[in-house]
């Protein structure tokens, strides 16, 4: 039963540390989410319960990983950023991404119930989850342009297609039929000639996707959206430890958010 | 908004493909596990409840997962091995890894009602994993066996520990103190001498972990915990789809396991 | 001027090991040699003098490398397989590919001269390297098959293309077009029957390429090319330092081999 | 003999990509040089044959590597830098060490009788090779800072160490004893005091090392060693193929070296 003559065995695993110098992006997606939809009877094209959880499990994920600077979620899908330089888990690859995706999920499952609140699981749902690493502002900044702009893509397809088949009645096939090779434009026509929905009007939420980033003390959030600097430090006695996250709908690929905030690309710039 | 010009990142995911040829094992191990046994008030040294629902968890994943031979588990730990020439998400590292820490942490967290029906879930609990590779199956089994035996000698540890503090009225650090140096005979004569506890005589689910392994069609299990083949087909007509699973107690560091399942490292064997 | 503000960049110098209990191959690949052999006026299709060369060169990786338990090569290119269990360079990938590639171009420069007395370097030819590991004995003796093979499929095509062009006076698009589809068989008969030749007759060294391995102290070299047991210990006396290493040109897919040299795969049962 | 039925081995090399985005640095350490040294007579603390040789051996690899923009060289060392985007060899890892390491130790191989014409190489030299990622252009500064720093800091150790044993009749031993805990003012009062030395005035060969850099047409190498633009393209037609790298021994700490040559960093601000 001696324990020393196996200890060998550990010497098969090997170092996986992630390059010092990068961000690193842990991406995390739903499994088959496609049936899991299905079989927990999700609104189409977005169900706002679905989208309200899935930010709840980013921001569990941020209260727990506070070298987290931003997340970025849509659809079943949800991206975190870690601060170039940080030593989580001494930067190890498996460490990270299996830390991160084990407890977005049992967020996930834990706080269903107040999301769903008629609706139960079925089965338990999962997630995968990578890392890739950004080398550089720019590069990072394009990576969360390329995934809001697939939101964006989705989105309005998505958005014309279930009215296809929920507003005229069309087929799944004949649906995607009717938008094979339209652009853009093609279908924002659509939904304005047809269904009189100005696409531009839709909620940010479904167009946008969701930010999570950190609010910093002495900051509260103006109506736009944007954050001001408050005068008073009074206001910010009105947030609650999860309030200290904040969730946004705005547009990350213009230069105008990264101008607002610039603590998430450098830290130390932070007021 | 053009999705093109950002595609270019994805450059940036790189292939992390595992050795083919090889058993792939992935470790689950529970993160911060001490904080969350006694937040949820865990019976010590083994709480059943705890138990169960890990093994309840680890049913799942085998459930989904087919090419996991084996899954072997003890207090917050749980390693599955996936056959040597499977090619589950083209053995890509991080998938697999993912996939299951976090089908297992889903899993765990729906079915924790079922097994602490008067204790809820007071936070996410989460799980980290990662997956070492083993070239041949002498080194599978001595990797296994030294989870087994790190099974035997905390479990030890740990029963006569908690003891001390119950029975004896000892402080933690009086019961540390006085196991300091103490060889797995001392602590034996310990349980027998003064509690008059023979180890050997507590379950097997304490002292030997569990063993979870595919329940063949034509086996039945034997009361011994042992398999031996069925005569008659009928008998599997009583299982249930969760019961291909079963749930086994023994020593896998003899021979004698090994023995009667040939399947499990050679699937080509079964029977 | 002080190192030390600086020397935080060897933190991005990444672990790089190789997996323990796999067979560590070497193989080196001759950079742009149908060039080199141009300008070197190699004679075709099998140059004797660069053969030769590459086994020098190769002799002296291994007097160099004591865990390299066998060597093939064939064309421009060498596979150096290191014991399953060796701890050089302490498996570091790089170090293991660079310190080899290296020793071996240096050894191909230095001997040139030696094999081409009458033919200076034109300019410094260079070898690529790469690692891969064979987590078994039976897929290390397919890795060396399917090269021993491949030594087989292009000798042949090669020595019916050659004596198309230098026999026949085809250039080389025309002997191209005529071996278009063709099969062994039917190579077979070109040569015999137009050239009469038996290409089973040809050498050794081209056919089936070499082989280097280690001569074992009271082994003696017979005139079949196979080892026996020396009876006296006075036949090695004549060895010099460097015919420790001995080179072969027989068959390394047949079991024969193999059965004959058990100590190549299992170095404890060396005698 | 058919290849196909070997070729799954195929599948066990693994990719090894190096992240886009970040320099490539591949750097090659003479193996055991202290002994090579000493078995071909260099002089020390500097031998100007072989510092030489280490140069034209570069110099060789930034010919036949179009995409390395700096060579830094100091002692049995030489770091190559390939710009951020090189696609070289598709940025496979082991192509890259092992092509460099293999051309320069040809090249080292293939000119040493033009360096050491009375001294024959009694045995192959090697050298081995690795590839470290730098992120962005202020750590891959701070890396060539690291190097050359590391440069001065043993060329001013080993110029008094050798003064003291081939001047003052010192054993290495003693020597060595007598500079243990010197700190650099001391070891240039040293020289100063009992040698007449102003360290300063030593070879920039030896106090900075040997940085290698591609001559832009249009460019002339002032007698200061630094660059201005040339007014007549005359000039140039004096430069052989091998006069378009230059090799300079100047400081790459400070800035000043960097503004000059922006291109370096920056290859579309090249003139």
Same mark, same amino acid.
């Given at each position: 039963?001696?324990?020393?003559?196996? /200890? @060998?065995?550990?010497?098969?695993?090997? /170092?996986?540390?992630c390059?010092?110098?990068?961000?690193?992006?842990?991406?995390?997606?739903?499994?088959?989410?496609?049936?899991?939809?299905?079989?927990?009877?999700?609104?189409?094209?977005?169900?706002?319960?679905?989208?309200?959880?899935?930010?709840?499990?980013?921001?569990?994920?941020?209260?727990?990983?506070?070298?987290?600077?931003?997340? @970025?979620?849509?659809?079943?899908?949800?991206?975190?950023?870690?601060?170039?330089?940080t030593?989580?888990?001494?930067?190890?690859?498996?460490?990270?991404?299996?830390?991160?995706?084990?407890?977005?999920?049992?967020?996930?499952?834990?706080f269903?119930?107040?999301?769903?609140?008629?609706?139960?699981?079925?089965?338990?749902?999962?997630?995968?989850?990578?890392?890739?690493?950004?080398?550089?502002?720019?590069?990072?900044?394009? @990576?969360? $342009?390329?995934?809001?702009?697939?939101?964006?893509? #989705? #989105?309005? @397809?998505?958005?014309?297609?279930?009215?296809?088949?929920?507003?005229?009645?069309?087929?799944?096939a004949?649906?995607?039929?009717?938008?094979k090779?339209?652009?853009?434009?093609?279908?924002?026509?659509?939904?304005f000639?047809e269904?009189?929905?100005?696409?531009?009007?839709? $909620?940010?939420?479904?167009?946008?996707?969701?930010?999570?980033?950190?609010?910093?003390?002495?900051?509260?959030?103006?109506?736009?959206? #944007?954050?001001?600097?408050?005068?008073?430090?009074?206001?910010?006695?009105?947030?609650?430890?999860?309030?200290?996250?904040?969730?946004?709908?705005?547009?990350?690929?213009?230069?105008?958010?990264?101008?607002e905030?610039?603590?998430?690309?450098?830290?130390k710039?932070?007021s």
């Amino acid at each position: 039963m001696a324990k020393s003559k196996f /200890e @060998y065995v550990k010497s098969f695993e090997l /170092e996986d540390k992630c390059l010092p110098g990068c961000w690193i992006v842990v991406r995390i997606d739903g499994k088959s989410f496609h049936r899991f939809s299905d079989v927990h009877h999700f609104v189409k094209p977005n169900d706002e319960r679905a989208l309200g959880l899935m930010c709840r499990a980013a921001q569990t994920v941020l209260e727990d990983f506070k070298d987290i600077v931003l997340a @970025y979620g849509q659809s079943d899908e949800f991206s975190f950023v870690f601060k170039k330089d940080t030593s989580v888990y001494n930067r190890r690859n498996s460490k990270i991404v299996s830390n991160v995706v084990s407890l977005f999920t049992s967020a996930f499952v834990m706080f269903w119930p107040r999301f769903f609140s008629t609706q139960d699981l079925q089965y338990p749902p999962s997630f995968d989850s990578r890392i890739v690493l950004y080398p550089n502002d720019q590069i990072l900044r394009d @990576y969360l $342009s390329w995934r809001q702009a697939d939101c964006h893509i #989705n #989105n309005l @397809y998505n958005t014309v297609f279930w009215k296809l088949v929920q507003g005229k009645g069309l087929t799944p096939a004949q649906a995607q039929q009717r938008l094979k090779g339209t652009l853009s434009s093609d279908k924002n026509e659509i939904l304005f000639s047809e269904f009189d929905i100005n696409y531009n009007n839709l $909620s940010d939420l479904y167009r946008k996707g969701s930010v999570l980033i950190r609010n910093k003390v002495g900051l509260i959030l103006t109506s736009s959206g #944007n954050q001001t600097r408050s005068k008073s430090a009074f206001s910010n006695n009105h947030h609650l430890q999860s309030s200290r996250i904040l969730t946004l709908h705005c547009d990350i690929i213009r230069e105008e958010f990264w101008r607002e905030h610039p603590e998430i690309l450098n830290p130390k710039k932070s007021s």
